[in-house]
């Protein structure tokens, strides 16, 4: 019955494919407004204000304080903690700093110190030039721990790890109110007042009067979901949510600052909003700052909205942040909204908002799908999203024949990553803007000069290990299966046919190998700790597991180890190329999308401004490497940088290359096609079936699922 409703289901999605005219845009032309704006009169209807968005040009420095008419300006970094008045340093440590905040006779800032196992709060009272003139060191009880500081002009607040601590300015203890722990943060309102704001783990929070004569917190008003900050003239609070900001005042009512769809715009990952003299505001998150500056309806240039359809990797129970869960695709999505004048890119969270698990949003995906209410664009990626059932049905976009083979600027030459994905998907259907490199390392002397081990390679080398020693660390029968099974999926079906084989040596070959392996599983009593190359050279551990994100790192595993390496990834049945690729961010454009032209243009744009990790685009990936060779002058290097000394070299270049030069294959794996291997293989190991009796359990329950997926 399951499978005549899948079926039917199935045909239903291509009749509504042909409906929509798959590979085509949309011969209907769209009238482009800015929601906000009356299209007959020209003036401003949106419930919010008009603004408009722009680059900010900071230099880091965007946490100010006001004191005796000056702005001095917060630096908080690796090297240390700043108080600057204009370009000039008036304070300066290498301690950790809670917090700042100006009082009736100076700035006080609260440094955290430690003496052992006992902790202290060094509280330093500044004049306005940033010089000392006071400071209380005042001991902590046993397991507190300071967490953020502040001031209401005359007493100081510290919130620690157990309590919020109440001191006069001579140190004298005022109040120590009890809260949860770990919990609460403090936040001045653009009215003065020091509050007490409590987020919940099911999203919004709590806003909360601090009595300090009473010794307790009052609430104030709840808030659901969202991010409160300090507000500007009009309301203590501004709060910011995924459709824009509002203002909050004392009692909980609010009024939209702004609407992001009103103003034609996106806005995501914002973290702070800071209000200007200039009526303008200051937007920071995990993207770059932009201001956010009063307009005029005629300013605002319609473009065409994009909607990325983003299902974080959240379990039932548990809540990720949306934004931090992506924050390199927010920074790309805000990068090419700043940049691009015909089109944005807006994020939808399919979870929404966390509310429904991963196989409640991909339910009523699928249901979308159907009505043809779908976003234009899907992010994918092996646990949450699977690309497989979508490029079988038809419902991608092959990037290479519809876009780029007529693109000027991008030939698929160009894409690093093309001949694994066209290996793995048939097409390239997906694009992401950066890649990395996940495969294992042994020593030469140990493995030879080779890219792939066979199974009857590791048998011989667990055999051979040395008492206590393992092969790899934290490796379990499920792990094993999985790593193996995903690359055994890859040649064993033949979409195209119809077809699949794993009734077959090789495979029953895995499944042994499956059966046979030692589990070395992380316990208290195998805990691995050092640098790889003392395990490897002691004989404690055999290979090492590296992800290899940029030229630095992979010419650093090799110095690190002083000795050659073979990176041979993952056992496999022939002993082939064991690495793999694996790319974040990686978007489709959905075929039923009118927009796919601008899709497009957002996705080429990611790919020729990418910025982190290994650039999938070939000439950004060239310059990437070329940096890695440059030398660097003593301003340029920092604790965090992928700066080494020397350079990477031309011999580590070329070996980078080699590397890639073996890969075939991504990580991405048919979730679907694995769950059946898992399911045969749980009899062999429970000794109910034997190895050759599940190879024929999965040919057949693979057979139907391919017959059904084609």
């Known amino acids: 019955m399951k499978r005549w409703i899948a079926l039917l289901l199935a045909l239903l999605l291509l009749l509504t494919l042909a409906g929509c005219g798959k590979g085509k845009e949309s011969a209907e032309i769209q009238t482009l407004t800015v929601p906000g704006v009356d299209p007959q009169t020209g003036e401003w209807i949106g419930r919010g ?27 908080n970094n690796w090297d240390g903690w700043r108080l600057l008045l204009g370009d000039e340093t008036v304070y300066d440590t290498a301690n950790q700093v809670c917090g700042a905040g100006a009082a009736d006779r100076g700035i006080w800032i609260c440094e955290e110190l430690r003496d052992g196992n006992d902790w202290y709060a060094h509280f330093v009272l500044l004049d306005s030039a940033g010089k000392e003139q006071y400071s209380l060191h005042i001991p902590l009880p046993a397991d507190s721990y300071p967490r953020g500081f502040s001031t209401d002009g005359e007493r100081l607040f510290l919130n620690c790890s157990d309590a919020l601590r109440v001191y006069g300015d001579q140190g004298e203890s005022l109040a120590e109110i009890p809260h949860a722990e770990w919990a609460g943060q403090l936040l001045t309102g653009s009215d003065g007042v020091l509050y007490y704001i409590e987020e919940s783990d099911q999203g919004g929070g709590s806003v909360s009067a601090i009595d300090v004569e009473n010794g307790d917190f009052r609430e104030l008003f709840r808030y659901e979901r969202g991010q409160l900050c300090r507000g500007d003239d009009t309301a203590p609070f501004l709060l910011i949510r995924d459709t824009g900001i509002e203002r909050v005042q004392t009692d909980g009512s609010a009024s939209p600052l702004v609407i992001w769809e009103e103003c034609g715009q996106s806005v995501s990952g914002l973290l702070d909003v800071k209000a200007r003299q200039d009526g303008s505001y200051l937007l920071t998150g995990f993207a770059d700052p932009l201001r956010m500056v009063p307009a005029q309806p005629s300013e605002l240039k319609p473009r065409t909205k994009l909607t990325l359809g983003v299902l974080p990797m959240n379990t039932e129970g548990a809540q990720i942040d949306f934004a931090m869960a992506n924050a390199n695709l927010v920074r790309e999505v805000s990068a090419f909204n700043a940049w691009s004048t015909d089109n944005f890119v807006q994020l939808e969270d399919l979870s929404e908002g966390g509310t429904l698990n991963a196989e409640q949003a991909k339910l009523k995906l699928n249901t979308r799908i159907l009505a043809g209410e779908c976003p234009d664009m899907l992010l994918f990626s092996n646990w949450s999203l699977s690309p497989f059932p979508f490029v079988r049905k038809g419902l991608l976009r092959d990037l290479g024949e519809d876009f780029i083979a007529d693109d000027p600027d991008i030939r698929t030459e160009d894409i690093v990553i093309a001949p694994m994905l066209q290996n793995d998907l048939g097409g390239l259907y997906l694009l992401g803007s950066r890649f990395s490199i996940e495969t294992r390392y042994g020593l030469q002397e140990r493995f030879g000069k080779v890219w792939g081990w066979d199974y009857d390679t590791y048998r011989r080398i667990d055999r051979e290990a040395p008492q206590g020693s393992m092969v790899m660390y934290n490796l379990t029968r499920d792990y094993f299966l999985r790593e193996s099974a995903s690359r055994f999926l890859r040649s064993a079906i033949d979409w195209q046919s119809g077809s699949c084989d794993f009734d077959n040596a090789d495979f029953i070959k895995l ?13 208290p009593n195998n805990m691995v700790f050092g640098l790889p190359a003392q395990l490897m050279e002691g004989g404690y551990m055999l290979t090492s597991m590296t992800m290899i994100e940029s030229p630095e790192s992979f010419a650093r595993d090799q110095r690190e180890m002083g000795k050659p390496l073979s990176y041979i990834g993952f056992p496999t049945p022939d002993g082939s190329c064991g690495t793999d690729l694996s790319f974040s961010d990686a978007i489709g454009i959905m075929s039923s999308s009118p927009h796919g032209q601008d899709c497009w243009q957002f996705l080429k744009y990611s790919l020729t401004h990418c910025r982190y990790s290994l650039p999938v685009y070939r000439p950004l990936l060239e310059e990437r490497i070329a940096e890695a060779q440059r030398p660097k002058t003593e301003n340029e290097t920092e604790p965090f940088s992928e700066h080494l000394t020397p350079p990477v070299t031309d011999d580590e270049v070329q070996g980078f290359y080699e590397l890639l030069g073996q890969i075939r294959h991504t990580t991405l794996c048919d979730q679907a096609a694995l769950a059946i291997i898992q399911e045969e293989f749980a009899a062999v190991l429970a000794g109910d079936k034997s190895p050759q009796e599940a190879a024929k359990l999965v ?12």
């Open 49 to 75: 204000g008009c603004y408009r968005l722009e680059p900010y040009e900071g230099d880091g420095t965007q946490t100010t304080l006001a004191f005796d008419g000056k702005e001095y300006r917060i630096y």
């Open 511 to 523: 499944l042994e190998a499956c059966r046979d392996m030692r589990e070395t599983p992380e316990d």
């Open 699 to 710: 040919q057949s329950r693979l057979s139907l699922y391919v017959a059904e997926q084609n």
